[in-house]
């Protein structure tokens, strides 16, 4: 299966300002993610699709020169990463490059644990489903079926839409969030409109590595998380 490694990375970011070229540790955010993606033994691909300069040098010097420059149109606040892939796939296609899937690998996920990647792929492709994402545990106090939202009467209703509440911890089913570290999409998939597809696999994560850095504090996680893992 040819599958294509796509790192998302503008230019723009708000929270933590320039924070895809920003030093963590010794390195800018961006390489973490690089250096994840390269260590993949099946990612036919590594590709870093930016609008920003900068970014494309850090790329260049890691060793992944951005094979073009992502439009301003999908470099917004608003613009979703459907597009980013849908964008990717148009320009290599142009080119009568194919690839089956994608794995996007945000950078502002940096830690993942040594051959995770790999994982996720091989279980992707063993349950031939149209998507696989890595996720984590929904802590019990946040199960869904112990969650609730406001009717129409301003009541509250179950949020599973289950008529009684399941009363024993115990009892409750697995849930689980995405974490944001990969998600997997067959390319057929993406041309029509979804990320996710009908069917999604999924692998767990280890919480230890999960850091989401959207904000100075997630950035402030991030550089204590560095000192207590080994990458």
Same mark, same amino acid.
């Given at each position: 299966?040819?599958?294509?490694?796509?790192?998302?990375?503008?230019?723009?970011?708000?929270?933590?300002?320039?924070?895809?070229?920003?030093?963590?540790?010794?390195?800018?955010?961006?390489?973490?993610?690089?250096?994840?993606?390269?260590?993949?033994?099946?990612?036919?691909?590594?590709?870093?699709?930016?609008?920003?300069?900068?970014?494309?040098?850090?790329?260049?010097?890691?060793?992944?020169?951005?094979?073009?420059?992502?439009?301003?149109?999908?470099?917004?606040?608003?613009?979703?990463?459907?597009?980013?892939?849908?964008?990717?796939?148009?320009?290599?296609?142009?080119?009568?490059?194919?690839?089956?899937?994608?794995?996007?690998?945000?950078?502002?996920?940096?830690?993942?644990?040594?051959?995770?990647?790999?994982?996720? $792929?091989? /279980?992707?492709?063993?349950?031939?489903?149209?998507? *696989?994402?890595?996720?984590?545990?929904?802590?019990? #106090?946040? =199960? !869904?079926?112990?969650?609730?939202?406001?009717?129409?009467?301003?009541?509250?209703?179950?949020?599973?839409?289950?008529?009684?509440?399941?009363?024993?911890?115990?009892?409750?089913?697995?849930?689980?969030?995405?974490?944001?570290?990969?998600? $997997?999409? /067959?390319?057929?998939?993406?041309?029509?409109?979804? *990320?996710?597809?009908?069917?999604?696999?999924?692998? #767990?994560? =280890? !919480?230890?590595?999960?850091?989401?850095?959207?904000?100075?504090?997630?950035?402030?996680?991030?550089?204590?998380?560095?000192?207590?893992?080994?990458?």
């Amino acid at each position: 299966m040819r599958i294509l490694g796509l790192i998302p990375a503008r230019g723009g970011s708000k929270g933590v300002p320039k924070k895809n070229i920003k030093l963590l540790g010794k390195l800018p955010l961006i390489e973490y993610t690089i250096y994840s993606a390269r260590d993949s033994k099946f990612l036919t691909e590594i590709v870093v699709s930016t609008d920003d300069e900068e970014i494309a040098i850090a790329a260049e010097i890691a060793g992944y020169k951005p094979p073009f420059v992502r439009p301003a149109a999908f470099a917004q606040d608003t613009s979703t990463s459907l597009e980013v892939v849908q964008h990717a796939i148009a320009f290599f296609e142009s080119q009568n490059i194919f690839f089956d899937a994608v794995c996007l690998l945000q950078p502002t996920n940096p830690f993942r644990e040594k051959g995770l990647i790999d994982l996720a $792929i091989e /279980k992707f492709i063993a349950a031939n489903a149209d998507c *696989l994402l890595s996720v984590l545990p929904i802590p019990e #106090e946040f =199960n !869904p079926h112990w969650a609730f939202e406001e009717n129409e009467n301003g009541l509250l209703k179950i949020a599973t839409g289950d008529e009684q509440i399941i009363p024993r911890r115990q009892d409750l089913p697995k849930s689980f969030h995405r974490d944001g570290s990969i998600y $997997i999409t /067959k390319t057929a998939v993406i041309k029509g409109g979804s *990320l996710y597809g009908k069917s999604i696999a999924y692998l #767990e994560s =280890n !919480p230890q590595f999960h850091v989401n850095i959207d904000t100075m504090k997630d950035w402030e996680k991030a550089e204590r998380l560095l000192t207590q893992i080994n990458l």
